[in-house]
C-alpha cells in the first residue's frame, strides 16, 4: 500500500512530468505515458480494499502551522476508497478513450494536464479530511473543469459554459467555506472525524442550520441539483472525453460526497431530510422531463446526468432518516436507501460514461449529433450499437443490467418510506412513489431516445457529414469494457455490495455495524417494486410510441419565464451595475483620485483620531534646533513651494530632487549613513526616471478653472497639510511601548553581521524584505507589460 | 536629438567604472558598514543609468546582451530560494547563519547566508530598476 498522501499528489506530479518533458515525448505516446499514471493509482487503491472492508481505516497527517489548526491529512475509509477508485478508474477509462478520441488535437499535452490536475483535485476532496484542504480542492476542481470545459476555446459556447459552471460552482463553494469556518467556530476543530464525534454539540448550537443550508449550497452547486442544474447542460460543450469523465465519475459526484460525508452530522434533522429528498426529487423530475426535449445527443445526456444526480441525491436524503434518534430499533433501519444510493452511483458512473463515450464515437464518425439527422446507424456501428444498447437499458432501469438493480431498490425506499410515522411523512410521503414513477417512466422514454433515433428508423445519409462507420477498435475499447462492467454488476453485484459499497456506508453510518449484511438480489418475488417497473415499461413504450404527442407539452413551457435567464438576467445586470458605478468614480484624472485619499483621509481619519484623543502633542522631550537643521528645513521648504509654482515640468522635477537631496543631508545629520547613502543613489535614479518620462510629456498647461473649484481645493489642501502635520507630530510624541531597540543589543552575535541596519533588513525582518523584494519584481514586471503590451498593440493597429 | 556630448561620454567611460566597484563595495560592506543589498542593487542600476543619459539604448543593450527581466527574476528566487533552504536544514523559514574562515590574504573572512540573500535583493533591484528605465525611454 502506498500511502494516500502519494495517491493525491501523483497527478500532479505527473501533469508536471508532461509540462517538462512535452517536448521530448511523442504526440502518439503521450496518452499511453498518461494512463499509465490512474492505472498504478487504481491499482494502489485496490490494496485498500482488503483492509477498509474489514473496518480498517487510515489516517495521515502532516503538521503545517499547528497554532493555526493547519494541517494537510488524508483520510481513506470506505466512503473515500469508493470515489477513489471511481476517479482512477473511470479516469483510466477516459484516458483510453482520449488517446483515440482527441488525435488530431494540437495542444494534447496542456489537454493531459488539465485532465490531470482534475484528477488530482478530485482525489484531494475525497480523502481530505481537513475542511480547508477539502474546500482548497473544491475549488481547485473547479477551476480545472473551468479549463477542461473552455478546452476548445475559440469557441464561444466553450468559454460560455466553462465561465457558467465555474460561476455556479465557486458561488456554491464559498458558501460551503462560510459552513466550515461556523463548524470550526462551534466545534473549534477543522477535522471532519472529529466534528462528527462532536455531533451533539453541532446538533444543539444555533448555527446548525445555517451550516446546514450552506452547507447544501455548496453541495447541490456542484452537483448540479434544481435550481443549479443549469450549468450542466453548457459544460457538454468540453471535449467528450471530459464529459464522459464530469459528468460520469467525477466533478458532479463532488456533490453527493459532500452530503454523504455530513449524513453523520446533519442526517436524522427533519430539515436535511427534507430539503435533500426534496430537491433530489425535483431535479430528477425535472432533468427527465426536459431532456426528452433534447435535440442534441450530448445535450440530452446532459438532462439525464442531471435527473439521474437528483435521483442519488433524493436516495441520500431518503437515508438519513435512518439516524433519526429513536427510531432505529422501531423503523427496522437497515440503511439500504444510502446502500442504494451509492449502489445507484457507481452504476451510473458506468452507464454514463460508457454513454458519453458511445455519442462522441457517433459525433467523430458521422460529424453530427443531432438526432433529426441521425438514424439507423446499427448496420454500419453494430458494436458501438451494442454498447448504447447496454448502457441506455441500464439507465432505463431494464434487467439484465445493473441500473435495474439499483432502481428496484431505489423503488422499493421510496415505497418504505412511507410506512415511517416521522417528518410527517404519512401524509406527505404518498408524492415520492408517484415522482419516482413519473421520473422513471421518463428516463425510460429519453433512454430509448438514445437507441432508437440514433441507431434504428431510417438512414439518411446525406444529411450525415461524414460516411457512417465502425470506429476504430481503440476508441471502443473503454465502452465495451464498461458495458461489460454493467452486466458483472448485474450478475455478481454482491461482489461490489460487500468489499466497496457496505464499508462506504458503514462510514456514512459509524452506529450502523450490528445491522444485517445487505444482500442485492436480482429476484425479489413478485412485489410492488416489480409492478411499479411493468407500469414504467408499459408507460413509458406508450409515451415513446406518441413522442410527438407529448413534445407538444413542451410548448406550454413559457420561453423567457426559465432560470437560464433568470441567471442571465443576474449575470447582466450584475456587469451593468458594477460597470456604471465604477464608471462613477474612476474618473480617469489623477487629480479626482487624489481628492479621494485626501478628503477621506481629513473627513473620516482625523475626527476618529480625534474622538479618539490620538493627538497628543508633547514638545518637551525635543533635541534642541540647531542653525544648519534650520536651514535645511527652509531649503525643502522653498523647493517644495517651488514645485508648486514651477512652470514646466523640468522645473518641478529638479526642484524634487532637491527636496530629495535635502532629506538626505537630515539623514547624514542624525547620523544614519545607510539611509542617507540608499536615499541619495534613489534620488538619482528616480529624477532619471522622471526626466526620462517626463521629456516626452506636453508641456504643463495653466489650469483655468473656476473660483469655487480652487477654494475647494485649497480647503482640501490645507486641511490635509494640516493634519498631516499634527499627526507627525503626535506620532513622534506618541510613547506607549518600550522602545524595542534593546531587542537588537546582541544583533551581533544573532545575526553575524554588525551593521544593525542590514542586520535587520536581512536576518530580523527578512520576510519583510523577501516580501519587498517580491513585490518590487511584480511592479517591474507590471511596467514593463503596460508599456511594451500597450506598445505592441498600437502597432498591430 | 544628437547633441555633443564628448565631454560626458569621455567621463561615463571612467566614472562607470569607479560607480561600478564602488557598488560592489558597498554590497559586501553592507554586512559590517552602511551599504547593503539594495543600495548596491540601486548603484548598479545607476551606473547604467548613466551609460544610458551617455549613450543611446541600442548600445547599451547590444553591449549587455542580459534579459534584465530575467535578472530581477532570478534575484527574486534567489531571495525565496535562500529562504526555503533554511528549511532543508530543519530551521525555520529565513533562518540565517554565519560563521567565519580564515583565508590567507584576506585573513578572517565572515561567510554568512545573509550575503546571498542580500545579492538576490540586490539583482532584483538591479533588474527592475534599469527594466523600468528602459521600458519607458524606449517606448517613446
Redesign the interface.
Known sequence: MIPIFLIIATPFIAAFLILISRNTIAKNYLGWFVLAFPLILFASLCTYIPSISKGKNFIETVQWIPSFDLYLSAYADGLSLLFGLLITGIGSLVILYSIYYMKSEQSLHVFYIYLLLFMGAMLGVVFSDHMLVLYTFWELTSVTSFLLIAFWYHRKRSRYGALKSMLITVFGGIGMLVAFLMIHQVTGTFSIRETIEQVNILQNHPLFVPVMLLLLFGAFTKSAQFPFHIWLPDAMEAPTPVSSYLHSATMVKAGIFLVARFTPLFGGSTLWFWIITVTGMVTMLWGSFIAIRQRDLKALLAYSTVSQLGLIMSLLGIGSYALHTGNIGLTGFSGTALFAALFHLINHSTFKGSLFMVVGIVDSTVGTRDLKRLGGLYIMMPITFVITLISSFSMAGLPPFNGFLSKEMFFTEVLKVNELSIFSLETWGIFLPVIAVAASVMTFVYSMIIVFQTFLGKHQPDLLNQKAKEAPIGMLIAPALLAIIIILIFIWPNVLGDYIIYPALLSIMPSAPQMNPLTISVWHGWTPELFMTFAVILLGILITAFLSVWKKIYRLLPDGLTIDALYQKILSSLEHIAGSSTRLYMTGYTTDYLVYVYVSFALLISPMLFVQGGFQIDFSRDAPLELFEVIMTAVMITSAIGIVLSRTRLTSVIFNGVLGYSISFFFVLFRA??LA??QL??E??TT??FL??FY?LPSLKIENTTKKKRVSKLLIATATGTIFTITALAVKSFVQFDSISSFFEDSVQL?????I???I???FR??D??LE??V??I???G??VL??VT?HRRENR | MKINDVILRAAAKIVVFIILTFAVYLFFSGHDGPGGGFVGGLMLGSALVLLLLAFDIETITRGLPIDLKIVAAVGALIVVGTGAAALIFDKPFLNMSSFKLHLPIFNQVKISTMTLFEAGVALAVFGVVVTIITSISKDV
Request: charged share 10%.
Open positions: 549613513p545607510d547613502l540608499t543613489v534613489v538619482t535614479v532619471a526616471l526620462a518620462s516626452f545575526s553575524g553581521g554588525e551593521n541596519v542590514n542586520a533588513l536581512g536576518d527578512a520576510f524584505t523577501m523584494a517580491i518590487l519584481f511592479a517591474g514586471l511596467v514593463y508599456i511594451k506598445g
